[in-house]
């Protein structure tokens, strides 16, 4: 049996962004899987244990008998087993500035994100707002190189860098609904105003995508758990 016909499993939960980066590759390449959600409010099972020893977290992929961990990575190996509609771009240079735009989301920008309901006082809030604001300009400036006047990131169909931002809008509209403030706007970022619409309706998306009201639900029970955990 060929490596891309073993069977396909993702560990996960539906609200995480980063599990969602691994459901939208195996979407694009039209990869059958069975999606194993974990509660991890409640505890990790004994299976996420077993699979992500190191980290102990989702998201993991298990294809056959291997498991493979971290969703970039996971993405990263989607495309080379089954390499049709390609995510990552064929040219060096494009392929880096992907992977360093994806660094900039996952280490500094989405931080950012969560600071803004996180925070604590009026200061760090607007401080965090500001970042997250500064962010997207950046991000704006980089859709247009990128797309090269097209529809994504990775020009005519959704690539690696469309995945590596556009997990995190689900997050991002229900920031806006509970601070009241439009951070992607039509005023300051209209290209992926309109991008976000985009890939949010892409059929390899739309299924995944959790929908803003049940998300912010959610969000509030985790904040609440947050706030009756001990710290001492």
């Not at 979407?27 to 409010?41: D, G, H, M, T």
């Not at 806006?176 to 890939?199: C, D, H, V």
């Not at 929908?211 to 009756?228: N, Q, S």
Request: aromatic share 10%; charged share 25%.
């Amino acid at each position: 049996m060929a490596k891309s016909d073993a069977e396909v499993k993702v560990l996960g939960t539906w609200a995480s962004p980063f599990v969602m980066r691994v459901r939208i590759a195996l979407n694009i390449k039209s990869v059958a899987y069975e999606f194993l959600q974990e509660r991890l409010w409640e505890g990790k099972s004994e299976l996420l244990l077993k699979s992500n020893p190191v980290h102990r977290k989702v998201p993991v992929l298990i294809h056959g008998d291997d498991t493979i961990c971290e969703s970039l990575i996971i993405v990263q190996y989607i495309d080379e087993v089954w390499p049709s509609a390609p995510i990552l771009p064929s040219d060096p240079h494009e392929r880096a500035t992907a992977r360093f735009w994806g660094a900039y989301l996952d280490d500094k920008w989405f931080p950012s994100l969560r600071a803004i309901g996180m925070a604590e006082g009026e200061d760090a809030r607007k401080a965090a707002i500001g970042q997250v604001e500064e962010g997207l300009m950046l991000l704006e400036e980089a859709f247009g190189k990128c797309s090269q006047g097209q529809a994504f990131f990775g020009k005519d169909q959704i690539g690696y860098l469309d995945i590596t931002f556009g997990c995190f809008l689900g997050w991002l509209r229900v920031t806006e609904k509970m601070s009241g403030i439009k951070l992607l706007n039509e005023i300051n970022t209209p290209a992926l105003l309109k991008w976000a619409n985009r890939f949010c309706n892409d059929a390899a998306v739309k299924d995944v995508m959790p929908e803003t009201e049940k998300l912010a639900e959610f969000a509030k029970m985790l904040k609440g758990r947050v706030r009756a955990t001990p710290t001492s």
